[in-house]
């Protein structure tokens, strides 16, 4: 059963520009060039009801803004969405009583206070009954580990500790669909762990829909079999995330420090050099051989330091695009 | 019936606990609270500077006299105390522009409740709704003006017009920045609006009287329970009294709803 149709969903924001200095400002102040920032273009898709979609992009896509528009903060500037028969912007109680927003970048918590304070205020504005409240909130505190910190104030606790409160604190009147920004931005890869293997057993446990947004594929990879990639307000993939992985996949980036100059020349055999100076390169590697070059490297040339990366997400759509040239929903 | 009643209990239950859970934030922090509450104080302690000087005078503005002047000051010190508790009202502005809107406007109730009696400054509040019932009380002993049951509850219900008419002042304020984004000159006039009373429409000349009356009705907040009493308002005035705040509150609901429709958000 489909519980979430976007059909053409669009946003715009308007802006003006300014030109460098007081004369750009002067200008301003008799005469504005107005400018419109298409932050989603028309984009549409649908959502089962139990799945868990990951909406991939790079900062800026409109990842968030479709997001807000689902949850009702938004209102679009044209297209239509419902939400579980809801149309979000309306902002019926009945509708925000079903869904959760949890943003990595806006808190619900009082700062001062611990968050059993705020989990109490939640109790109080969803009408929770005290035993189901109690038994949820021991439920989700044991679960994400976090029993011993709720009386502690919140400005006390790290990043992941007060993403942990910010999930309890939204999960407490049981919402049937999850809307999740960037849930794990900013926290240390344990932390980054487990919030999403507490995603991942919560949403299996509850059978509840996850829009998830994030420009980690390692989110996304975890939690969803589908994703919506999504790229400067337009969707440039809807499908498995099987059918799209190895995009991501098939470079690996390895930045090297040596302790003397080297042939850069003979690096090059092994992959291509993005960035090179004196005693440090940036070399991107086949994922296929990666492991045999990388022994290679690190015998033949006099390594001091070195770190593996992921390719960024922007590299992955740019692979995207260049695939599906010009057809988004392949 | 039972679902609007039970509706008010909901809103009233969220009330207190915003006001409890604001007291406890402050509390947090000691000094901070202390210091607040301390400069309130100060700035009162001027205030009443002027109240004695008057007092002292012996001189009557029109047909008031010191004590009756002494009921008008009192009214303008507590509802400066109601328009400081308003904290969640004075907190918009940075709130919308820093997209901070989002997550309340996910919760279930009214938004505009949620935010403006979402916190209070209770450390800033305390002070002037205290002393300015003092005054109040002080003030009306000293006359001859009857403690009656029509004076007491004409007093009290222009008083809740002043609450009334002070929320929805001080919303239409700050709910310009929606508009404009600095919005430092407009709140640099409203609080000079305000100020103008902290002595009794009296004594100003019968054109600012008209201005502060019927085209920004900001004289009703402070006068009009004072003038009640006093028996100097007439029919059409008590009638006026009564209805601006219905007028003014329906028009800053209007702006708000405007408001939210212009809300952009923000990410980070």
């Not at chain 1, 509840?208 to 939690?223: F, N």
């Not at chain 2, 607040?36 to 029109?62: D, M, N, P, W």
Request: hydrophobic content about 45%; aromatic content about 12%; some cysteine.
């Amino acid at each position: 059963m489909k519980i979430i149709q976007v059909n053409d969903l669009t946003r715009d924001f308007e802006y003006y520009k300014k030109a460098q200095g007081i004369k750009g400002s002067i200008k301003n102040l008799f005469k504005r060039e107005k400018k419109i920032k298409h932050a989603v273009k028309g984009i549409s898709f649908e959502i089962k009801e139990g799945e868990i979609i990951g909406f991939l992009g790079p900062n800026g896509a409109g990842k968030t803004t479709t997001l807000k528009m689902l949850s009702g903060i938004l209102h679009p500037t044209s297209g239509s969405a419902t939400v579980a028969g809801y149309i979000p912007w309306e902002r019926k109680d009945e509708y925000k009583r079903m869904f959760a927003f949890v943003s990595g970048q806006k808190t619900q918590l009082w700062n001062d206070l611990p968050a059993i304070d705020t989990f109490y205020l939640n109790k109080c504005i969803y009408e929770i009954p005290d035993d189901e409240y109690n038994d949820i909130l021991n439920e989700l505190a044991t679960l994400l580990d976090v029993k011993h910190l709720i009386n502690i104030q919140v400005r006390r606790l790290s990043l992941g500790e007060k993403m942990k409160m910010q999930i309890i604190a939204s999960l407490l009147h049981k919402p049937s669909i999850l809307f999740l920004d960037e849930p794990t931005i900013g926290l240390d890869i344990i932390s980054q762990q487990k919030i999403r293997s507490f995603i991942k057993n919560y949403a299996k446990k509850q059978k509840v829909t996850i829009i998830l947004t994030s420009h980690y594929m390692k989110d996304i990879e975890d939690l969803c079999k589908k994703v919506i990639v999504i790229n400067e307000g337009s969707v440039v993939y809807n499908g498995h995330l099987k059918d799209i992985q190895s995009m991501f996949h098939m470079k690996k980036i390895m930045n090297l420090v040596f302790s003397e100059n080297i042939d850069f020349e003979q690096l090059k055999k092994y992959g291509s050099i993005i960035e090179q100076s004196e005693f440090k390169a940036t070399i991107e590697l086949d994922v296929k051989t990666y492991a045999q070059n990388t022994t290679k490297i690190l015998t033949e040339f006099p390594v001091i330091d070195f770190t593996m990366e992921e390719p960024s997400v922007e590299k992955g759509i740019l692979k995207l695009f260049e695939r599906n040239a010009g057809n988004p929903n392949e | 019936m039972m679902k609007i009643l039970k509706r008010m209990h909901w809103y009233l239950k969220l009330l207190f606990l915003f006001m409890k859970l604001s007291l406890q934030s402050q509390l947090e922090y000691r000094l901070n609270f202390l210091a607040g509450a301390s400069v309130e104080i100060a700035c009162l302690f001027i205030k009443l500077v002027y109240l004695i000087l008057v007092s002292r005078t012996g001189e009557s503005i029109g047909f008031l006299t010191p004590d009756m002047i002494m009921i008008f000051i009192g009214t303008y010190i507590f509802m400066t105390g109601m328009w400081m508790l308003f904290r969640g009202i004075n907190s918009i502005p940075s709130i919308v522009l820093r997209g901070e809107l989002d997550v309340l406007m996910t919760k279930p109730g009214s938004l505009q409740f949620l935010q403006t009696f979402g916190s209070f400054d209770l450390a800033k509040t305390f002070p002037n709704v205290i002393a300015g019932i003092v005054l109040i009380i002080i003030g009306w002993s000293n006359t001859t003006i009857a403690a009656s049951f029509a004076n007491i509850t004409g007093f009290l219900f222009f008083i809740v017009c002043g609450i009334i008419l002070t929320y929805s002042f001080s919303l239409i304020a700050a709910l310009l920045v929606f508009w404009i984004t600095s919005r430092n000159a407009v709140l640099t006039l409203y609080a000079a609006l305000w100020d103008f009373n902290n002595m009794p429409m009296a004594i100003y000349p019968k054109t600012m009287q008209l201005i502060g009356t019927f085209i920004i009705p900001i004289f009703v907040i402070f006068n009009w329970s004072g003038l009640f009493i006093l028996g100097q308002l007439d029919m059409f005035r008590i009638i006026y009294g009564a209805v601006i705040p219905i007028i003014v509150f329906v028009l800053s609901r209007m702006m708000w709803k405007r408001g939210i429709m212009r809300y952009y958000s923000a990410n980070g």
